[in-house]
């Protein structure tokens, strides 16, 4: 493998950083026994559950799906916005 180019600088042309410059030392850390902090319990104030009541079913949607079967959606005229076209007018989409 032929390497070209100046040795600062990697294959991608970034400078390298330098192995050799002086690192700033930190003071040697002191050793310290582990003691664990006592463990504290936080009172908190004692909230009662919702109370259980009878299964109620979902409202009846499906006249939305009838009657959304007569129109459909699509942009206004190249604006951005969207509009709602009944499906006899959808030829006239754009124009």
Same mark, same amino acid.
């Given at each position: 493998m ?5 040795? /600062?600088?990697d294959q991608?042309?970034?400078?390298r950083k #330098?192995k050799? %410059?002086?690192?700033?030392?930190? *003071?040697? &850390?002191q050793?310290?026994?582990?003691? *664990?902090?006592?463990? %504290?319990r ?8 919702a109370?259980?009541?009878?299964? /109620? *079913? ?5 006249? $939305? &799906? $009838?009657? #959304?079967?007569k129109?459909? @959606? #699509?942009i ?6 969207? &509009?709602v076209?009944?499906?006899?007018? @959808? ?5």
């Amino acid at each position: 493998m032929i390497i070209k180019g100046h040795m /600062t600088y990697d294959q991608h042309g970034r400078k390298r950083k #330098s192995k050799f %410059t002086k690192a700033v030392r930190s *003071p040697a &850390q002191q050793w310290k026994t582990y003691a *664990p902090e006592p463990t %504290t319990r936080r009172e908190t104030k004692e909230y009662p559950s919702a109370p259980l009541s009878e299964y /109620t *079913p979902a409202r009846d949607t499906s006249y $939305k &799906q $009838k009657a #959304s079967e007569k129109y459909t @959606v #699509s942009i206004a005229y190249n604006k951005g916005a969207y &509009q709602v076209i009944p499906k006899e007018e @959808v030829k006239h989409i754009g124009k």
